[in-house]
């Protein structure tokens, strides 16, 4: 299998050797799934990877696109989802998700 041109990586929450904290995780539900057929649906060479906190819980959930390095935050919606892959379709984040 080729390497992915980018990876998706979602917030879940997870600290070592606990249950998970924060928001992330309670927020995501469904959408991983809603991530990936919006990938195929697009064409778009990418992966989706689930990781631990990201430390950022207080503007979670929390997306982040390799190797841009590129952090959204509040990420708890299809429409977020869209707009951001969206974006990335455009080559331009989506801004109203941005972290800075």
Known sequence: MALPEKLILVCQSFRVGKE???ICHKQTDGLLQYIEEGILD???DMQVATTGCLKQCEKGPI???QPDNIWFKGVNSEEAIDA???GIEAGEPAADYLLS
Do not use: H, S
């Open 84 to 86: 951001i892959l969206d």
């Open 42 to 44: 697009r064409g778009l």
């Open 63 to 65: 997306l982040v696109v």
């Open 20 to 22: 998970p904290k924060g």
